[in-house]
């Protein structure tokens, strides 16, 4: 079974920064891509950043380029979101999500959620 833990959520003030951290174990036999998703309430989930195990392309929302990091530690199966002069509106419900394989290349790809960590930035 995989299970995805998350951690790293909180308050913290305009502008000040925070480090989120997703986890995932089990039975993992590769992992193709890393993610991270949030909800406001009242919104759809969006996508906020994703990156590729295999050579670390990264994807940013518009919203958060140039202010959020992804980044991964493939040999820990973590991933990570380092937000940056964060504001209110990026106050929401943060779920991370990985594609993994569990057996081998011949086992499809599955998404498993992280069980959501909220971050809240005060105006």
């Known amino acids: 079974q995989v299970q995805l833990v998350e951690s790293g959520g909180g308050l913290v003030q305009p502008g000040g920064s925070l480090r989120l951290s997703c986890a995932a174990s089990?039975?993992?036999?590769?992992?193709?891509?890393m993610g991270w998703y949030r909800q406001a309430p009242g919104k759809r989930r969006e996508l906020v950043a994703q990156i590729t195990s295999r050579d670390a392309t990264t994807t940013y929302a518009d919203s958060v380029e140039c202010r959020f990091t992804i980044s991964s530690d493939n040999a820990k199966n973590t991933v990570f979101l380092q937000m940056n002069s964060r504001k209110p509106e990026d106050t929401a419900v943060y779920y991370c999500n990985f594609l993994i394989r569990e057996r081998s290349f011949s086992s499809p790809l599955w998404s498993y959620w992280g069980q959501g960590t909220q971050v809240t930035v005060p105006s």
């Open positions: 089990g039975t993992i036999f590769s992992i193709y891509m």
